[in-house]
């Protein structure tokens, strides 16, 4: 007889399980990771994948690899693609690192549909950021400021800083995303 296959636990499953294992309550792990609860269930319950900054937050503070396992990918892109229907303010991205206890850089590729605005939505996270443009324009708001590079620019501040991303052109916008996180 074949063994079966473990379960793949989907990222809302693990970041429940995670945060019941360690006796986080779901307020403290809002509080912590600066969001708020609200999004933190939405994300157990799978209603919504989160950004790039906050997956970055709970594998910190969960200690767990939260990247998408290969026999997830599938699912974690139908996800994603929902997601995208559902809200305006989404954007696909692919991990180009596994994140390691002892490492501190995570690097993504990003793509963000043309004239996409994230009303309401800003992140922040511990460390340091370096965007590279390879494709498109992309507008960041940094605080206060307000930077807007193209194919070929790129970008590094603290990401502590309240920071928000939008496309105002007509075409994708493809970038390299590397976050330094302490």
Known sequence: MAKAKPAVLSLGKRVKA??????????????????????????????????VALILQLS???KLDMEPEDTAGMAA???????????VDSYAYQALTRPKADMHLRAYQVTIEPHTEHKGVEYHHEGEEFIYMLEGELAIQIGENMNTI???QSIHFDSSLHH??????SQTATLLVVIYVP
Do not use: C, D, F, W
């Open 18 to 51: 995670a945060r019941s294992r360690l006796g986080i309550s779901l307020e403290e792990l809002a509080q912590r990771s600066g969001y708020t609860a609200h999004v933190i269930s939405a994300i157990e319950e799978e209603q919504m994948v989160p950004p």
């Open 60 to 62: 910190r503070i969960l």
């Open 150 to 152: 193209k194919k070929g």
């Open 77 to 87: 892109t139908r996800m994603r693609a929902k997601s995208h229907k559902k809200r």
């Open 164 to 169: 928000k991303l939008n496309n105002p052109s």
